[in-house]
């Protein structure tokens, strides 16, 4: 448009050369079946494709990769020393779309300290014959707690294995941490947890 | 001596071997055929089709096959009884009779018997599979119409309208090789093909048709109105399970396999060798013959795989306005042309007289199409007439935009 300003200036694509309500049929593009031969291109395609290399993937055998962030199974993951990430303050349950998750959080007591500061899920289910995998439980997760991972096979034959517990969806215990319930690191708070301060065990975490 | 005559020695067990046989290959090809048509459709689509049971997945339409035999057989409270389990059996039934006339061999030595693997030579032998086919479609509008459900029914009656329309067709198609080959007979047309030349090429107008209403004939994509699983989910089978399912799905290969059989007869020569290879009829004692008349039907089953493969399933209308305004009609013309023809040269007219009379035809076919093509682009470059202003007010339009330059835009329309 040469002038902006002008709101009257003749769009470029716009001019007086045809009136709308006298267009010549040929000039709006031939409608309806194309010609014959053009349709017999059809029967090529499929011919040559026949000789094309296939797309199929020979699944249980070959397993290719996932995306890199695919959405598969849940995880639970825990901080450096062992302990649990979620608080269980219910914001992945209250999220889902789907009502796939079920939480229940429990208060931490100086003898069953499962997550850093007051309180841990202590009840956690996610339901994967509701769950859609839509990824929002993981969006509303205030601590990382929740994350996905890209673990696919999920089918099984009853509805009670498919509802998944705490226990199937913690993430493993790695080098130097602890299995919970033990103390918090000494002289850290939860908020050095939040900010990633503790970064592995400390001997007097151990307990017994 | 003729395939009559050869038939006529033949004992009461020949008879009932000759019948084993039939049946066999009509079910190991029906095994086959679905196994190779999901091969072939997987690779027209990139994917690899079944490959699990067996080699190749050779064995994967046995495995669906006992499948569907362990599975609970249902009956639905608001079927016909009798009805309901007699169709399926009408359906398969009539599908295996129709390779009674079929030559599948020329003579060969069976047992120590001089004859030709075919079961009987009727007279009316090509009318006795088109009568068959046709039984054969009541086993399809019986099952729509007994199954007491609203998707078979109309599958059910689609069917009827379907093949009512496409078996004049095809008959009509056929016509010109009985007057051509002056004989009804499977065996004596297959004989006539060997003085003159295939009537595939002879009568090719014939073939056109003959081949496109088979497949309106078996219900097969894209004339699969129906079955149509997607607007009536199965159409007239919706309501059957287990074997008296396999009984319909048996019944469409074998039928396909049957109009295979019946284009390969009349129309490329039956069990004669492709010409140039005549000597290979010798060999093996004449059981040559069957590889070439199954090499033949295995072609036929090849298009209609590439049919389903490429081309969508018509609609309703479309469908029927083929038949009945194209196919119909030209069928006509093509039988008065060869009738016309075949008197010309019967009455001792010259070669040129012939040539000549196919010539008018010619041209005046030419003329009528280009007639056709013209008013078409009349049509097309029709303008519209101007539309008058409507007699309610309107919003003004904002200013310009009444315009369009129509040949810059016009190219992502349409
Ligand atoms: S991925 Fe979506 S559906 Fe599944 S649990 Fe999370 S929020 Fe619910
Ligand atoms: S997983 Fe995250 S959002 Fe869900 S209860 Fe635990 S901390 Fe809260």
Sequence with gaps: MADNNDFNAVEPHLSKDMDITNVPVEKIGHTGPKGFFTQLQGFWVTFATMFKKVNTVQ????????????????????????????????????????????????????????????????VYQINYLRCVFCGLCIEACPTRALTMTNEYELADSTRGKLIFEKDDLLGPLRAGMLAPPHPMYPDMTDTNYYNGDVKSSHPSQEQK | ?????????????????????????????????????????????????????????????????VKLALKEDLIPAAADKIVFVIAPIISATTA??????????????????????????????????????????????????SSGSTYPLLGGLRSSAQVISYEIAMGLSLVAVFIYSGSMSTSEIVAAQQDTWWYGLV?????????????????RAPFDLAEAEGELVGGFHTEYSSLKFALFFLAEYINIIAVSALATTLFLGGYHAIPGLGFTELWLGGWFTLIWFFLKVILFFFIFVWLRGTLPRLRYDQFMQFGWKVLIPASLIWILVVATLRVI?????????TFAFAGVVVLIVMAISTGFDRSKQKRMNQTYPEASAPSFPVPSLPINSTTINVSERGGDRG
């Design chain 1, 59 to 122: 699944y249980p055998e070959v397993k290719e990769p996932t995306a890199e962030r695919f959405h598969g199974r849940h995880q639970l993951n825990r901080h450096e020393d062992g302990l649990e990430k979620c608080i269980g303050c219910e914001l992945c349950a209250w999220a889902c779309p789907a009502d796939a998750i079920y939480v229940e959080g429990a208060d931490n007591t100086p003898d069953n300290q499962m997550s850093p500061g007051e309180r841990y899920g202590k």
């Design chain 2, 1 to 65: 001596m003729t395939t009559a005559e050869i038939l006529a020695n033949d004992p009461g067990w020949l008879i009932a071997v000759k019948g084993l046989f039939v049946f066999v290959v009509c079910v190991l090809l029906t095994l086959m055929s679905v196994w190779g048509e999901r091969r072939i459709v997987a690779r027209m689509q990139m994917r690899l089709g079944p490959n699990r049971v067996g080699k190749f997945g050779l064995v994967q339409a046995l495995a669906d096959g």
């Design chain 2, 96 to 145: 295996f009779m129709a390779f009674a006339v079929i030559p599948l061999t020329g003579p060969v030595n069976l047992f120590g018997q001089a004859t030709v693997m075919q079961l009987t030579d009727l007279p009316v032998g090509v009318l006795y599979v088109l009568a068959v086919a046709s039984v054969g479609v009541y086993g399809i509008v019986l099952a729509g119409w």
């Design chain 2, 203 to 219: 009568l090719f107008p014939s073939f056109v048709i003959y081949a496109i209403s088979m497949v309106g004939e078996t219900n």
């Design chain 2, 345 to 353: 040269s019967q009455n001792g007219a010259s070669r040129p007289a």
